[in-house]
T-cell receptor, first 113, second 111 residues
Framework: DTAVSQTPKYLVTQMGNDKSIKCEQN?????MYWYKQDSKKFLKIMFS???????INETVPNRFSPKSPDKAHLNLHINSLELGDSAVYFC????????????FGPGTRLTVT | GENVEQHPSTLSVQEGDSAVIKCTYS??????FPWYKQELGKGPQLIID?????GEKKDQRIAVTLNKTAKHFSLHITETQPEDSAVYFC??????????FGAGTRLFVKA
């Protein structure tokens, strides 16, 4: 009964490759997010989707392209991976309206070599 | 732009002592302030939150206080236990779809 799940948990790849991370939530939430957590644990929002529509794009390079096929899924595709993309990526979903309680997935640790 | 500052970055306490983590926010329109706990290898988990119309909220050993005038909010953990060791994040939201997180506090509880 995992509420927010992500695959894969670990991803090791070389510079220049293209990779995808998948996220699914079974909480019935309308809003989903992608966050990036760097090596210093700083957590920064990348994208927010509400009802499959992009709401927030936080000046993320256009090599990152989120896709929401339905309200329960939000995938992240990354083109031409760079060393600086190495981080842990978290998917989250939230309840509609205040208090916007967010539920996070277990994270995907991406390592670019 | 919006900013949330969190202090201290690292906190070490003896088991049974209290721990206090403080945050300040810049956007006066912020009206929701959650706190998250992140254990090693896991995603952040909401542990307590407070809305702008409330000054204090308590849930067993944890409590949060909010001073809207000063734009400060704090997390208080009493009777700390080794399992409280984790990274704690404060955050602020204006009620839209964007939540700004603090930089995190690594809490160590020594047995």
């Amino acid at each position: 009964d995992t509420a927010v799940s992500q695959t894969p948990k670990y991803l090791v790849t070389q510079m220049g490759n293209d990779k995808s991370i998948k996220c699914e939530q079974n909480l019935g939430h309308d809003t989903m997010y992608w966050y990036k957590q760097d090596s210093k644990k700083f957590l920064k929002i990348m994208f927010s989707y509400n009802n499959k529509e992009l709401i927030i794009n936080e000046t993320v390079p256009n090599r990152f392209s989120p896709k929401s096929p339905d309200k329960a899924h939000l995938n992240l595709h990354i083109n031409s991976l760079e060393l600086g993309d190495s981080a842990v990526y978290f998917c989250a979903s939230s309840t509609p309206g205040l208090p916007y309680e967010q539920y996070f997935g277990p994270g995907t640790r991406l390592t670019v070599t | 732009g919006e900013n949330v500052e969190q202090h201290p970055s690292t906190l070490s306490v003896q088991e049974g002592d209290s721990a206090v983590i403080k945050c300040t926010y810049s956007d006066s329109a912020s009206n929701y302030f959650p706190w998250y706990k992140q254990e090693l290898g896991k995603g952040p988990q909401l542990i307590i939150d407070i809305r702008s119309n409330v000054g204090e909220k308590k849930d067993q050993r944890i409590a949060v206080t909010l001073n809207k005038t000063a734009k400060h909010f704090s997390l208080h953990i009493t009777e700390t236990q080794p399992e409280d060791s984790a990274v704690y994040f404060c955050a602020a939201s204006t009620g839209g779809f964007k939540t700004i997180f603090g930089a995190g506090t690594r809490l160590f509880v020594k047995a």
